[in-house]
């Protein structure tokens, strides 16, 4: 059965400081990624999405960048974090064209 | 505009109750929408996925309706759990994986 990880599962960064979460998946090949941020009172927000290793698209302009160096591991990051940073941060995965979307634990980050 | 719409934002009821939570979407292309439920501090999980020609799918105690004329779902929770304490997310798919809107989330709490 395939699974996702993230970590941490919780953090908190003053600002500027620079930011990597974490994202794998087990389990299946070629997933398509996802990473995802949910504000307090938002909606979830697609930050960026991913078909195959090295390749992203970024869907919000900001300050945060991904990355996948292998198949099944993507990695959001940040140079330097802003407060409007904060929120929960979701990994999502889906196989081919079906658009059924399964999510991670999250990682619940605050900018103080 | 694309956008889903729930109601109502938060809803509380008794354990063994029945509740029906709304959605309406404005979205063009349509392909699909779901139900997804998500416990505090958890990634969503998907309930029921419907396209424009279902009008009712059912999973457990729960069952999804979808009128595609007048843009508007809703979900049926039969006999409440208090596990079934979460927020409830429709999401209404326009086009592809990079085109979901979501909805902002009822927030359900049964009480004993």
């Known amino acids: 059965s395939q699974t996702i990880h993230q970590w941490p599962a919780t953090l908190v960064q003053p600002v500027g400081s620079p930011l990597s979460l974490e994202c794998t998946v087990e389990?299946?090949?070629?997933?398509?990624l996802y990473w995802y941020r949910q504000a307090a009172g938002r909606g979830l927000q697609l930050l960026f999405y991913?078909?195959?290793?090295?390749?992203i698209s970024s869907e919000v302009p900001q300050n945060l960048s991904a990355s996948r160096p292998q198949d099944r591991q993507f990695i959001l990051s940040s140079k330097k974090l802003l407060l409007s940073d904060s929120g929960f941060y979701l990994c999502?995965?889906?196989?081919?064209?079906?658009?059924?979307?399964?999510f991670g634990p999250g990682t619940r980050l605050t900018v103080l | 505009k694309n956008q889903v719409e729930q109601s109502p934002q938060s809803l509380i009821i008794l354990e063994g109750k029945n509740c029906t939570l709304q959605?309406?979407?404005?979205?063009?292309?349509?392909?699909?929408l779901r139900w997804y439920k998500q416990d505090t501090g958890r990634g969503p999980v998907s309930l029921t996925i419907?396209?424009?020609s279902e009008n009712t799918k059912s999973n457990g105690r729960y069952t999804a309706t979808l009128d595609a004329d007048t843009k508007q779902s809703s979900l049926h929770i039969t006999a409440s759990q208090l596990s079934d304490s979460a927020s409830y997310i429709c999401?209404?798919?326009?086009?592809?994986?990079?085109?979901?809107?979501w909805g902002l989330g009822t927030s359900l709490a049964v009480n004993p």
């Open positions: 999502a995965w889906s196989w081919g064209d079906t658009d059924t979307q399964y």
């Open positions: 389990g299946t090949s070629n997933p398509n």
């Open positions: 991913s078909v195959g290793i090295g390749q």
């Open positions: 959605c309406n979407y404005t979205v063009s292309p349509f392909s699909n």
């Open positions: 419907m396209t424009f």
């Open positions: 999401v209404a798919n326009a086009g592809n994986n990079r085109k979901l809107i």
